[in-house]
């Protein structure tokens, strides 16, 4: 069975710093993976997604996530980052059977004024 | 666009009460999938439904009863509250087909169980 690692359960970083989250991911086949923000109180938002091709792919809000499957990871990357961008990530992984997704346990980011 | 809607926003409810949460969409997806989050940690999956009257399990559908009446609605009812229960349940929606695979989510309902 699939499973997502996000091995930092919370980040803090100052604004205007880049950024890294991290993902590990378990799957016997190229995976679908999928990176999602939600910020206080509201649902998930889509981030950015993989399917194939170019493994770095680029996100709304200046986000990207490259992809590696020699790794199994899929770390979220981000240049410069804002106060606005305090939120959870959580990065995805497609089940094999269809759309349902595993999610990793979430990264807490806060952003330092 | 499309969205999707859950009510209520905060549901209160007894020990032992059953409660029912519902979800609306209009992304005219096929999947719908019922999440719960506990504070500070990732979703389980409890229910989905591929079409109309379908329902299949997820990781943690003890406890809980889901109703797939037409293709824009889903519903999920926690048969047995628990005392001091407090989560966020997130509804979802998908297409289930090429290469659309990424999910769509409501804002959550709030339970506190008293």
């Known amino acids: 069975a699939q499973s997502v690692t996000q091995p930092d359960a919370r980040v803090t970083v100052s604004e205007g710093a880049s950024l890294q989250l991290r993902c590990k991911y378990s799957y016997s086949a190229t995976p679908y993976l999928f990176w999602y923000v939600q910020y206080p109180r509201q649902g998930l938002q889509l981030l950015l997604k993989y399917y194939s091709g170019d493994p770095v792919v680029q996100g709304v809000n200046g986000f990207e996530a490259e992809f590696s499957k020699s790794n199994s990871s899929f770390h979220l990357r981000k240049a410069s980052v804002h106060w606005s961008d305090s939120a959870v990530y959580f990065c995805a992984v497609k089940n094999n059977a269809g759309a349902k997704l595993t999610f990793g346990g979430g990264t807490r980011l806060t952003v330092r004024p | 666009g499309g969205i999707i809607t859950q009510t209520p926003k905060f549901l209160i409810g007894q020990e032992g009460q059953k409660l029912t949460l519902k979800c609306q969409q209009n992304?005219?997806?096929?999947?719908m999938y019922w999440y719960r989050q506990d504070s500070g940690k990732g979703l389980r999956l409890i229910y989905y439904?591929?079409?109309?009257?379908?329902?299949q399990k997820g990781d943690l559908s003890e406890g809980y009863d889901a109703s797939r009446e037409k293709k824009s609605s889903f519903s999920l009812t926690v048969t047995s509250a628990q005392k001091n229960e407090m989560a966020v349940f997130l509804c979802?929606?998908?297409?289930?087909?090429?290469?659309?695979?990424?999910?769509?989510f409501g804002p959550g309902t709030r339970l506190t169980v008293l």
């Open positions: 979802a929606s998908s297409w289930d087909w090429g290469d659309s695979y990424e999910q769509y």
């Open positions: 439904s591929i079409t109309e009257n379908d329902l």
């Open positions: 992304f005219n997806h096929d999947t």
